[in-house]
């Protein structure tokens, strides 16, 4: 019995030398940044939109991973179908693929990431009332940037992303569809745990 778990004791404290030494696989990143509409919703000009982003990522390759996490855009219109002086609020969530490769020997990497929208576009009034709500559907993601150490296990990573959600709506017995396009200039501040 004294043999098996000695054993098992110098087996779990080498396991955990071996773990201790590699990089870690997950990180939480927090973004933000403004957005620019790539079109009209139907027929509404949106003004520099704003939004965030909460994401965590697991790396299960040595450059190549997973993310998923938590997102909101607001954009405003001066006038659109719903009236004068209206916002309209992308939110939902993300997912998919990144791939994360240093520059060389510097401290600086580049990333590249694809991946989908699980989410709905909210119009509101002045008021604050939610006049349309969109229902969630699938759509797409692009982004890019670099990342670079600014402590402890800390990152900093500006980049661009692409977003595109259509949701078909129901608009005074007519059937329209909201085509939401954009693109995001983000600062990201990223842990690995």
Known sequence: MKTRVLFLSAF??????????????WAIELNSGVSMAA???IDADLNTGFGFEGVFHYRFMPHFGVYAGWGWNRFGADESFAGKDVCFEETGYVFGFQFLHPFGDSPFSYFLRAGGLYNHIETENSGGDIILDSGHGLGYQIAGGIE?????????SPGIKFNSLHRDIDLAGQGKTLEHNYFSLRVGISKKL
């Open 148 to 156: 670079f150490p600014i402590g402890s296990n800390l990152y900093l």
């Open 12 to 25: 779990l404290i080498l396991l955990s030398f071996n773990i201790k030494a590699q990089e870690s696989r």
């Open 39 to 41: 079109g009209k919703i």
